[in-house]
């Protein structure tokens, strides 16, 4: 079938090309020794970014990558089901790698972003597509987990800072009928944050839970100046992701306009998906840490100050096993961990087995 030419809204492409560097390239040359040397600053390599780029999962490199099929007939549900805390379950992951690469941005041009830490999926690459990544080895602690996430490095000095060991990423529901959110598409892809993004911009940004902390310090917008310097002292940031859907495109030149955050159902205080992008989806937060601490003066970000932190997340979850921790864990409003079980309910078997596997 014939795609049609597809256009973004002026104004929405206005902003991308005024105010979005989803991918700002960071590149190192002669002309830019601060990059090269790992410095602060704004590096002369950062552009805007809408990506016209032809990737396999994007042949015509327009930007659009159609579901298929469209998921279309759906209403955002304004119901209120029984009321249960807690509707989610952890994927945990591990960091594989570092590199300048970022395969939703800028798809088969290696070296051209920021540094990117990247977890999960232990490919991941500027070349990766839905079809590398599914099946692939991951660190997350479900095998069937190989999806892509990955967030700007962080560094003290030039010294770089990875995680260590899994970090936190949840799965939840983020509107009020939790009974309501189905699994992600194969091959969604999204941009959660603006690396160009303003201070004020990070800290009323919808996604934004508790910003940095570390020790007592919370709800910071750039890096502490400071954090105790005691081995249990790491810095942490919590980041939550759209989660509603247009139900049409996997990804859309911006990275961001066919997802959007939940808004309140007029009246009250519940959540629900708006009209345009009815498909109520999990929800996903980062719960990053870094370990670092002390005198912070000198942490800055690959992108730049703290309140650039922004994430890509691209999905390869084998279906059934996303489906069936979607439903155990959000749809049936359990605290579910990273096997899908609930240890308020201990009468119900954990979703995978000891291996993180279906049984």
């Not at 992108?303 to 650039?308: A, K, T």
């Amino acid at each position: 079938m014939r795609r049609r030419s597809k256009r973004l809204p002026a104004l929405l492409l206005g902003s991308a090309l005024l105010a979005s560097t989803l991918g700002i390239g960071a590149v190192a040359t002669a002309a830019d020794p601060q990059a090269a040397a790992g410095g602060t600053g704004v590096h002369s390599g950062h552009t805007m970014a809408v990506s016209t780029q032809a990737s396999a999962d994007d042949p015509d490199g327009d930007g659009y990558i159609p579901a298929v099929p469209q998921v279309t007939g759906v209403k955002p549900s304004d119901a209120t089901p029984p009321n249960r805390y807690h509707k989610e379950f952890q994927a945990n992951c591990a960091v594989t790698h570092t590199a300048p690469d970022d395969p939703i941005v800028y798809p088969g041009q290696p070296g051209r972003s920021h540094d990117h830490t990247f977890m999960g999926n232990r490919t991941t690459h500027a070349g990766s597509t839905t079809d590398s990544l599914y099946g692939g080895n991951t660190t997350c602690k479900a095998p069937a987990d190989a999806s892509a996430y990955w967030m700007p490095s962080l560094y003290k000095g030039n010294e770089k800072i990875l995680p260590v060991g899994p970090q936190v990423i949840y799965y939840k529901s983020g509107i009020t009928d939790y009974t309501s959110v189905r699994p992600f598409p194969k091959g969604l892809r999204y941009v959660v944050g603006n690396p160009m993004q303003s201070a004020q911009d990070f800290r009323s940004h919808k996604g934004f839970v508790e910003g940095w902390e570390c020790g007592d310090s919370f709800f910071n917008t750039d890096f502490p100046a400071s954090c105790p310097s005691r081995p249990d002292v790491q810095l942490n940031i919590r980041f939550q992701a759209p989660s509603c859907w247009d139900g049409k495109y996997l990804d859309t030149p911006d990275h961001q306009s066919h997802m959007a955050y939940p808004v309140v159902k007029p009246g009250t205080n519940d959540n629900m998906c708006p009209a345009s992008h009815p498909v109520a989806l999990p929800m996903i937060e980062f719960k990053m840490a870094w370990p670092v601490n002390g005198d912070m003066s000198d942490v800055r970000l690959a992108s730049g100050r703290g309140y650039s932190f922004h994430y890509d997340f691209f999905n390869a979850w084998e279906e059934r096993t996303l489906k069936a921790l979607v439903d155990r864990c959000i749809v049936g409003g359990y605290q579910c961990d990273t096997r899908g079980y609930d240890q308020n309910y201990p009468h119900l078997a954990p979703v995978l087995n000891e291996d993180h596997r279906l049984p």
